[in-house]
């Protein structure tokens, strides 16, 4: 069974440009987390959808960062314009649907902001 | 909130012994569940083990198991015969279920090395 599929791997960017990362989650799985790893913390959960909507992005600075679930597979997650302070590993996840599942995290996106 | 605490930053063991990672969690829910997870320099984090805080018998996974003290919020994981594959980021982290919503909150992380 392939994975949580992410990328790119890395991305290096300037402060105000914009940026976007992919996430391809488990054949099946109707839920998709974004989460936020900044150097030194645990990831922190910036949006969660449930096929095509989202169930939970109180977490997610809206002023900058968007995301988007295309027909209840894919997603993007998209910042413009970036700060210094996204400068993160960016995390997809997926599970089934239910409070038992388990999540499943792809190897996610490297982001450097100079 | 819910806030979920690692208080080693970095842990060492040698190879064949037995380390005890810490973690200790805030919550008023009575039903919730708790995980470790394993980050290694891949970044891909991946599930060790994971307990249901109504069962009372705590979660074993081979080298895994995991000393879970509900009254006192309290989930550290033991790893047996630790091999030098073990040496990673050690995630402790708590879902609770709200409906739809089942975010994971995490700690801080311990950083395993494990010695020859």
């Known amino acids: 069974e392939a994975g949580v599929a992410q990328s790119p791997r890395y991305k290096i960017i300037e402060k105000r440009q914009s940026v976007a990362f992919w996430c391809n989650p488990i054949s099946g799985h109707a839920t998709l987390y974004w989460y936020q790893q900044i150097l030194g913390q645990g990831p922190k959960l910036l949006i969660q959808f449930q096929n095509n909507g989202v169930v939970d992005d109180s977490q997610l600075p809206k002023d900058r960062f968007s995301a988007e679930r295309l027909k209840g597979v894919d997603s993007t997650l998209k910042i413009q314009p970036a700060k210094l302070e996204d400068s993160a590993v960016y995390l997809c996840?997926?599970?089934?649907?239910?409070?038992?599942?388990?999540?499943?995290f792809g190897a996610g996106t490297r982001l450097s902001v100079l | 909130a819910q806030t979920v605490t690692q208080s080693q930053p970095e842990m060492s063991v040698q190879e064949a012994e037995t380390v005890t990672l810490s973690c200790t969690y805030d919550t008023s829910e009575s039903d919730y569940y708790l995980f470790w997870y394993k980050q290694p320099p891949s970044r891909q984090m991946i599930l060790v083990i994971r307990q249901e805080a109504y069962k009372q018998q705590n979660a074993t996974e081979n080298r895994f198991s995991v000393n879970f003290q509900k009254a006192a919020k309290s989930f550290s994981l033991k790893i047996s015969d630790s091999q030098l594959g073990d040496a990673a980021m050690y995630f402790c982290?708590?879902?609770?279920?709200?409906?739809?919503?089942?975010?994971?909150?995490f700690g801080t992380g311990t950083r395993l090395q494990v010695t020859l």
């Open positions: 996840a997926s599970s089934l649907m239910g409070p038992r599942n388990i999540q499943y």
């Open positions: 982290a708590y879902k609770v279920d709200t409906g739809t919503a089942s975010k994971l909150t």
